[in-house]
């Protein structure tokens, strides 16, 4: 009889253990993250007409309540920016001001591997919106959305301007952002986003950018969802698509003044509205 009981307790036991095991499975193999893409305009004050200085800090606490933050431009005012800042996972590429990228990724869970890197070419010193002056390209890094599960993210900023040298350099520029792709994530989960400074309406731009989601067999936001305007992100977009081991759906496209990035006086904190998706990760 004892022997029976012992088994019983023990098998009681591990019935327990399995079903809890299987609920955390689950749990832990699906989620959604809340993703910002938001070019700062952190220019230094004596260059910009925007009130940078006072709008960086309001753009800190605003920040906070998204999984990640994805930020460009972010140049003179970083120490501003993070007294706000509640983030345990932050990372910036450079500190030296309106001359470095700009480029900066914030997380409430951890992300692995960041790395830099600057665009192969540029256009303009001193013409064709200088891009030459700020060391542009993109940020890499893996995101661990749950234990030994990862999305690859790249946060980017291209060069800006409409001359052809402009956009011979956008056209290199992405063809290096791809052979980066092949080479860093292949097969695995990707998400692409940030001033791209592509046009909806210029044809020249529309090939640039189709060229790369069919390089990189990715998903454009607005073709998953129905944008209430084509134009939201005119310059700034999300692109992504799925890995072997992690499916990625959208299931929102919020507008910008859903999160109020605006000051006292309703004028926008930024020359840029925020971007900002809700995106579902799965385990396939």
């Known amino acids: 009889m004892k022997s029976f009981i012992k088994f019983s307790v023990v098998f009681c036991s591990f019935c ?32 910009s007409p925007l009130r940078n200085r006072k709008n960086m800090r309001t753009i800190g606490e605003k920040i906070n309540r998204f999984d990640i933050a994805l930020l460009q431009e972010n140049f003179s005012y970083h120490s501003l920016l993070m007294e706000a800042v509640s983030f345990p996972f932050w990372q910036k590429s450079d500190f030296r001001g309106v ?3 700009g480029l900066m990724r914030l997380s409430k869970k951890p ?18 919106d200088s891009d030459c002056l700020a060391k542009k390209g993109f940020t890499f890094s893996r995101h661990e959305v749950s234990p030994g599960l990862f999305v690859d993210i790249y946060n980017v900023h291209a060069d800006a301007g409409r001359s052809k040298s402009d956009k011979k350099a956008r056209f290199q520029q992405f063809k290096f952002l791809s052979q980066t792709i092949e080479e860093k ?18 044809e ?10 069919a390089r990189n067999n990715m ?22 698509r799925d890995g072997t081991d992690v499916g990625l759906d ?22 840029h509205d925020p971007l900002v998706i809700d995106l579902e990760w799965f385990l396939k």
């Open 99 to 101: 001359l470095g990228n």
């Open 204 to 213: 020249d731009d529309q090939f640039v950018f189709h060229l790369f989601l």
């Open 185 to 202: 994530s292949k097969g695995r989960a990707v998400i692409v986003a940030g001033d791209w400074n592509l046009l909806h309406d210029d």
């Open 16 to 47: 327990f253990l399995f079903s809890g095991t299987s609920f955390s499975y689950q749990y832990e193999n699906r989620g959604t993250l809340t993703i910002l893409s938001y070019n700062v305009a952190g220019i230094h004050n004596v260059i």
């Open 219 to 240: 998903r454009y936001m607005c073709k998953d969802l129905v944008c209430s305007q084509e134009k939201q992100g005119v310059l700034d977009r999300f692109t992504f």
């Open 111 to 128: 992300f692995h591997h960041f790395e830099t890197f600057s665009w192969p070419t540029c256009s303009g010193v001193l013409r064709n």
């Open 250 to 271: 959208l299931k929102e496209l919020f507008l910008p003044y859903k999160f109020d990035f605006y000051d006292s006086k309703k004028k926008p904190l930024s020359d």
